[in-house]
């Protein structure tokens, strides 16, 4: 057995299931190994930051790692962004990045680089392998570490020699612990916090936005003065009919500033105390008021849904029924074709147990309204504000749901086009994924963005460079190119139509709406 032959049976011990993959030279050896191993999927992505995006929505589905498989320090380095996205999510994703081997590294070739400097920024966890009979067990830390709760970036470098050297050994998966026990003193302070009637807003991320933590939620707020929160871009959180709503933090500073003004106590639950996006000149960059009271409930490390139960039960609501959503769909189809339109149309239609990828930038809040009331689904968000997530997150989230569950991805055009490549894998893999491209040919936010920040006027230069017109996308032609059906609509009853039809069969589709 060969060294890259150890670690991919190390990784499918441990749990590993698919590598996502954009392999060179110096991996040969690795995709042979995936080829002899059973057990091990392999899906490639065309750019390493489509293959970055896919792990990060593969593990916020199937909630364990997939690999990635990276040629060096430039197929890392295009993958960045993306595992700068998925660190944000806290995803677990073990990289495998190969490298040279050990005795050619001194000859400084041209693809030789500072691997390691590269991954350092984004992984909680990197080494490089050394010998055969060690990368098994290399293999093995680097998902245990990938899987410490709530999840991150394990990287693993594979000098060539390392791979193709025989003398491999397959290590045991390592023990993967869960979060760690909650305080109960924190579990009392906020109960006091409660109790006392005071407005408190509790602020939730990560397993607290599952049906099992919304609902402990929901219980703590049929108590006092309660307000649920979750950040304005959550890795995952189930929405919609029969489950507790909470409300999503304002992206603009002054609105979040303004949303938290009235809270006597923030709890934070696996997650931060909220902070504006960007600094605007002349603004707040904190989001609380200075006479609101912090408290920590529960970090991300911790058990969270546990400290939610907890903080319910101390509340002595075991009995109490929580306020779920009613499922509610407007039937409006309407004359007007923008975000609104569009998200009310797929609200109607969202079959139960979809997943939503949203990178729907200012054309998805229309959607994030009509689907607070629609079928149950888990919605995917853009956790690092890197664009160009959607696409890959919503392949690699097919991949996990394996069929089971329809993806719907929405997207911005300038967004979208940054991992474009995406559709091709799910062209391939014959995902079933519908992607809907919000198709209004701008950067739009930049253009809100240029008011706000006070850059002053904007001339013929400035506006050039946030507009996306000249020469417009042509996304039914691009789609069509990759290998996936396509269709261009401008107004609701064609977006209408063309979604009800995606929803109605298997398979990518996407839907260039020109709003
Ligand atoms: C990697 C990266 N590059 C650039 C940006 C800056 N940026 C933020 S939003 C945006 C444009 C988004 O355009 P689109 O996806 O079409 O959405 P719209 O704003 O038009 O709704 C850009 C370039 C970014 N956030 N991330």
Redesign the pocket.
């Known amino acids: 057995m060969y060294g890259a032959q150890s670690l991919v049976r190390t990784l499918v011990d441990s749990g590993v299931e698919v590598t996502f993959a954009n392999p060179g030279t110096s991996e040969m050896h690795l995709v042979t190994a995936i080829d002899s191993t059973p057990g091990m999927r392999s899906v490639l992505g065309l750019f390493e930051g489509v293959v970055t995006g896919m792990a990060d929505g593969y593990a916020r589905v199937a909630e364990k790692p997939a690999a990635t498989l990276l040629h060096l320090g430039p197929g890392l380095a295009n993958g960045l ?1 993306n595992l700068h996205n998925a660190r944000r999510a806290s995803s677990p994703v073990v990289n495998i990045v190969g490298d040279h081997a050990t005795h050619h590294l001194h000859l400084d070739a041209p693809l030789a680089s500072d691997i390691v400097g590269f991954a350092r920024p984004v992984s909680g966890w990197v080494h490089t392998a050394t010998h055969p009979l060690t990368v098994g067990a290399d293999a093995a830390r680097a998902v245990q570490a990938a899987r410490q709760w709530p999840g991150q970036i394990a990287t693993l470098i594979l000098p060539a020699d390392v791979a193709w050297t025989e003398g491999g050994v397959v290590a045991p998966p390592l023990e993967v612990r869960g979060p760690a026990a909650f305080d109960a003193a924190c579990v009392a302070a906020a109960a006091t916090a409660v109790r006392s009637g005071r407005k408190v807003g509790i602020l939730m991320r990560g397993e607290a936005l599952k049906e099992r933590g919304l609902t402990a939620a929901g219980r703590v707020a049929t108590v006092g003065n309660v307000r649920l929160m979750c950040d304005t871009f959550s890795p995952r959180i189930q929405k919609g009919a029969g489950r507790v709503a909470v409300q999503r933090l304002p992206y603009f500073a002054e609105q979040l500033v303004e949303f938290m003004a009235d809270l006597d106590v923030l709890v934070i639950v696996g997650t931060k105390p909220p902070v504006t996006f960007f600094a605007y000149p002349g603004k707040p960059s904190w989001g609380t008021a200075d006479h609101t009271e912090i408290l920590h409930l529960a970090h991300a490390h911790q058990d969270t849904v546990g400290a939610l139960e907890a903080l319910a039960d101390e509340l002595g609501t075991a009995s109490a029924s929580p306020d779920v959503a009613e499922w509610r769909v407007d039937d409006t189809v309407g004359d007007k074709f923008d975000g609104f339109a569009i998200g009310r149309a797929i609200a109607r239609h969202l079959p139960e147990g979809a997943i939503i990828a949203d ?6 809040g229309g959607s994030q309204v009509a689907l607070a009331t629609a079928a149950p689904h888990d919605a995917l968000s853009l956790t690092g ?4 997530q959607g696409l890959p997150v919503a392949t690699g989230a097919a991949v996990a749901a394996n069929g089971d569950r329809k993806v719907v991805c929405l ?8 991992t474009v490549q995406s559709l091709w894998t799910q062209a391939r893999e014959n995902l079933d994924v519908t992607t809907v491209i ?1 198709a ?10 240029l008011q706000r920040t006070g850059a002053g006027p904007a001339g013929e230069k400035a506006r050039a460079m ?1 507009d ?1 017109s000249n020469p417009a996308l042509d996304w039914v032609q691009i789609a069509g190119g990759m290998g996936v059906e396509a269709v261009r609509v401008d107004t609701p009853q064609a977006f209408e139509a063309a979604f009800s039809s995606a929803m109605a069969q298997r398979g990518p589709r996407l839907i260039e709406a020109v709003v």
């Open positions: 962004a990178e729907g930038g200012t054309a998805g504000g890197s664009i160009g997207h911005g055009d300038g967004g979208a086009m940054y919000f209004n040919r701008s950067y739009a936010i930049l253009n809100i963005e946030l996306l």
